[in-house]
């Protein structure tokens, strides 16, 4: 144990000028404290991460399970992505009032609309407990402690480096959280999917939130009587702006990187798991998008789901072309090649690239037929819809009143078309023995794939929320979720293919060796939703050969997109004024040569998802963007970093600032922030 927390404080200072990888604990920041400061950061790791006073960890929380916020007042007021809040924004929404097309800002603390279901979760703070584990303490019983601690506490022990250190994360959450303002999606959502991932970027990516407590700043469910959360800290928000070369920080909770798997992992990515989903949800998207353009409703009800399909949709493209570009798998090999000779005189390394080889080898099918699963029978509503009204009718449940949010944005004409894609897809698709004999039995009964998904359309009463409160075990919706279930993988359900338990053991060991060997590497334990600090500069980068690409983007680029005939490009008519006019108040400033306002901006921090909505943070500590996105070539760096072209995408607090003050008209928002 001693030998091994050498490792790994060794690897943790390794290469202090690692150019801008990595995503660190920030109980452990200190160790990067020289080199952040060498870039430009002038504050103290006590001031990044303390438990004993405010630090900034205190301002930025988990938003809604997959995404990260920042408080910015004393008051309880947030920032998150457009995109973050956008399924409750998409909740609140109506033909007659389209909060997604056309905007809310609440003028008042009465106006702000309360998220059913939504909620927010501060680190209380994280401890290493590796050595209390192996001493023999519970895992359980640590987090019970930990839970008990504090009203709306909720704790768990995550492994870092596959599992050669845990550390316990202690949380406190807050579910009384309501909508203060988000910009139009022609703001919000500028470019819609055909920008998404995309550089150069113009999208308004935020969302205003405010986290209420009650009378003694605690947890609680909501109620009228609460009042605003007060933080323990907020982050001061800086009007000066950035420029190339500046300090950035993002502070987040980045979600799955797989930084050290094999090449076996490099080759089912690009190869086998990309190009099927890619191909999966292109089929989706289609149906969804061309029912959307018929019917405005149809556009509001299915915003959510196209948005959530779509996101990851366009990143695997960028994905398989990042690995494919850098060579990823066969600089792998090389890299275990190298390993290998080094590890052949060692008994207990030696044969370890075998073992690991080995259980790829008998995994990557199974997990390839759980992907397939997920991302087609899986996926559709119905049969999901039926199996819920199922459970409620067992616990005597209100069936129309739980069920009345799924039935608002559900479609069962859509979800047919989709039921029939999908279906042909996994019927096509499946390894041959592995097609569930109950499956195609009933579809030899029918006839065919799609007669039988029109015999459950159109006789299961799951299809009409007037007669879901009828729906049976027998109904024909839930005898297929039923069937699907009972065969669905879920034993081979995980985050990717080498979190699989059989791969999974063997990268213990394999992380404990190559910090052995190779002594020049900057060791960080991969993204797993839980709070990091990664750091770089603001820069641009050279997209092509002879094509560079500049760090920021102005409102000029807006308006030169602007489309009135395309629905992510039809700015808002006071966006038009106010360029015609150049109304832009104290946000105007000169970029290029040209008096404009700043929209977004890159820069070479280490993100993936989770970090959306992430503060970007200066070497001041003070909030200069909103962290939304990455460049499509460099969706790649969840499995490798590449210094030259990887950039994280930010939209720019004055750009913020400005919507919220000359669009918006909520200045008085501004009031409670503190303005540097």
Sequence with gaps: MKKLFVLLVAAMFSLESLADEGMWLPSLISSRMKDMRSKGFRLTAKDIYDINSASLKDAVVLFGGGCTGELVSAEGLLLTNHHCGYGAI???????????????WAMSRAEELPCEGLSVSFLVRMEDVTARLAAGEERKAIIDAAAAEGKGFHASIEDMYYGNQQFLFVYRSFN????????PSAIGKFGGDTDNWMWPRHTGDFSVFRVYADKENQPAAYSPDNVPYRPARHLPVSTKGISEGDFTMIY?????TQEYVLSDAVDYIADVSDPMKIALRTKRLDIISA?????PGTRIQYAAKHAGIANAWKKWQGEVLGIRRLGTADKKREYEKR?????ADKPQYASLLDSMHAAYGRQKENYYLYELYAETLMTLEMPQMAERILKIKEENGDVAAKMARYYRDFDASIDRALAKAMLAEFVGRIPQGRMP????????????????????????LAADAATAAEVTAEDPAAEFRSMVTANYPREYRARNLSDLKDIKRWYGPYLKALMEWDTERAFYPDANLTLRVAYGSVAGYEYADGEYHRCNTTLDGIIAKDNPEIYDYNVPQSLRDAWA???????????????TVPVCFIATNHTTGGNSGSPIINGRGELVGINFDRTWRSTMSDVEFDPAIC???????????????????????LDEMTLR
């Design 339 to 343: 390993f290998a000779a080094w590890a």
């Design 176 to 183: 009384d959280v309501r909508l203060v303002g988000t910009p």
């Design 90 to 104: 998409q909740r609140l929404s109506s033909v007659e009032h389209d909060y997604l097309t056309y905007g809310f």
């Design 647 to 669: 950039r994280n995408i930010s939209v720019d607090i004055r750009y913020v600032l400005f919507v919220i003050d000359r669009i918006g008209g909520a200045s008085y928002l």
């Design 291 to 295: 029912a959307q353009e018929r019917d």
């Design 252 to 256: 987040g909770f980045p979600g799955n």
């Design 581 to 595: 006019a150049k109304d832009y108040g104290r946000w105007g400033c000169v970029i290029n040569g040209k008096l």
């Design 437 to 460: 004999q109950a499956l195609a039995d009933k579809i030899a009964q029918y006839g065919s794939a799609d007669a039988y998904v029109d015999h459950i359309y159109d006789t299961s």
